[in-house]
């Protein structure tokens, strides 16, 4: 290329010869997915976010309830601060963060009209708000949130001068206080994950988990008074200690102590199997979380095989189309792709796709974040480019008409990875190969191991193969053909 520019002068001889010794710049290469932890929500213990459906007609129809109230009651009424919790919840559970944000500044400043100073339904919306700043990443403002919740839950144990009969009875109340201050605790460890604050993060979960314990022996003595059919106090206090050795042990994955990783998950296990069974949620996210710490580990294998199980379970729990399903798809195709299985990666995370396509719709920004992911995929791929780019600019599309702007972070990604495609075509990059990277290839090994099960067939019918879990799991059938029996009992 014939250029007019002016031949650069070098002042010092070594300024010539650096030209040919200095290693050129290497543009950054799309980076393989890692899959992530999933910790308990516990706002599911201040609302009723958990078991919501049809939120957006439940919204409109609350509205109008709220509407109707105000009229007879007045702005300051307790069930007018029930009906805006209520909204908010199903604002949260439909996405609409903001909305909810307001029906629950509402209802706090109507809460501390209804009731007495100290009242635990204000730190009820306390949380709610946390909950939701959580959600938005306000960090500062979600744990403002939460202990000042937990101030008030701490005072109400002691003081009961808030308390009225319709409470309820004192060993209720004492019980639900305890469960509260744990959750609270809980979330703020949650905070404190999300920062990536995982030392912090570890001392409130071990917290959280001694007043779960406290809580579980309230329950032993409500559960004595005034036994339910429906619902078991200490069952309940049993599945939260659960959910903390979980959280523990994600923390202890995230810091690289896999043996504590490996023990806190054993005992959730244990609790959940022995209080759910073997097919539920919680037991499914405490077997996603294995799996991740295997792919953190460099075990694929274990991985893919606890990836494969909780798609069973998932699929058996939900339906076929439930994007949680899509979810851990997407992660048995980042599994794949380490294996140097590219068709299998691809399938797997075309599956993902069609489920978010019907569920979020096609134009998404979930949509536009699995395309960008296809393009990713196979820009790693030797020879791809072109499938690359066609993936990349139609994520940026969406990304676009969505109303994301270049400061982005999921448009700056796609446009440095478009950006890193064009300088190697044209030479102006190195790029660095797996092999390079330390990966070694185990397509063979994998090969033997699995069958071709992605996407739809992820999981053949006659499969009742666990994942590999670690030592002294349980005696249950999920996982007693990987010689995992005599079992730690945990109590509490």
């Known amino acids: 290329m014939i250029t007019n520019n002016p031949p650069t002068k070098f002042t010092n001889p070594w300024q010539y010869a650096a030209m040919f010794f200095l290693p050129a710049l290497k543009n950054e290469r ?139 009875m004192m060993q209720k109340v004492e019980f639900e206080l305890q469960h509260k201050i744990a959750s609270t605790v809980a979330s703020l460890g949650s905070v404190a994950f999300a920062e990536k604050n995982y030392s912090a993060s570890n001392i409130i979960f071990q917290d959280a988990l001694l007043e779960a314990k406290r809580a579980a022996v309230s329950g032993v003595a409500l559960d004595r008074i005034k036994p339910s059919n429906k619902s078991s106090s200490l069952k309940e206090a049993r599945i939260f200690v659960s959910e903390m050795f979980n959280n523990i042990a994600s923390v202890s994955a995230e810091q690289g102590d896999k043996a504590a990783a490996i023990k806190n998950y054993n005992n959730a296990l244990a609790l959940q199997i022995q209080e759910m069974g073997e097919d539920h949620y919680s037991v499914a996210c405490t077997l996603h979380n294995i799996g991740t710490m295997h ?114 972070q999921s448009v700056k990604s796609v446009l440095q990875s478009i950006n890193f495609i064009k300088k190697k075509g044209q030479g102006q990059t190195q790029v660095q190969t797996e092999q390079e990277s330390g990966f070694v290839s185990a397509t063979e090994a994998w090969l033997t191991l699995f069958g071709n099960y992605c996407g739809s067939m992820c999981i053949p019918d006659n499969s009742n193969d666990g994942p590999w879990i670690g030592p002294n799991l349980t005696t249950s059938p999920l996982i007693q053909s990987h010689n995992l029996a005599n079992s730690t009992t945990v109590t509490v």
């Not at 049809?54 to 109707?68: A, F, I, P, Q, V």
């Not at 990349?392 to 969406?398: P, Q, S, V």
Request: glycine fraction near 6%; charge should be neutral; charged fraction near 25%.
């Open 295 to 408: 792919y953190r580990s460099g075990e694929y294998q274990l991985a893919l095989k606890s990836y494969k199980q909780v798609l069973k379970m998932r699929r058996y729990l939900f339906s076929n189309d439930d994007i949680r399903i899509a979810e851990v798809l997407l992660n048995i195709g980042a599994v794949h792709e380490r294996a140097d299985e590219i068709e299998r990666s691809v399938s797997a995370i075309s599956a993902a796709y069609r489920i978010s396509s019907r569920h979020y719709g096609e134009r998404s920004v979930p949509c536009a974040d699995i395309n960008a992911s296809l393009g990713s995929l196979y820009a790693r791929t030797g020879g791809c480019d072109g499938l690359a780019l066609d993936y990349y600019d139609t994520a940026l599309e969406i990304y676009k008409l969505e109303g994301l702007t270049n400061s982005d």
């Open 30 to 168: 799309p980076s393989t997915p890692v899959p992530s932890f999933i910790l308990t929500d516990t706002s599911s213990t201040f609302d009723n976010t958990a078991s919501l459906t049809g939120t957006t007609k439940l919204t409109r129809s609350l509205d109008s309830r709220l509407s109707k109230l105000k009229l007879s009651l007045g702005e300051h009424h307790p069930d007018i601060v029930c009906t805006l919790s209520a909204i908010g919840d199903a604002s949260l559970q439909n996405g609409d963060y903001d909305p909810a944000m307001q029906y629950y500044t509402q209802a706090l400043d109507g809460a501390k009209h209804c009731f007495p100073a100290g009242h635990p339904k204000t730190a009820d919306i306390l949380c709610s708000i946390g909950n939701t700043s959580m959600k938005l990443k306000m960090y500062g403002e979600c744990k403002s949130n939460f202990n000042a919740a937990l101030k008030i839950y701490r005072s109400a144990v002691t003081d009961r001068s808030w308390k009225s009969d319709a409470d309820g």
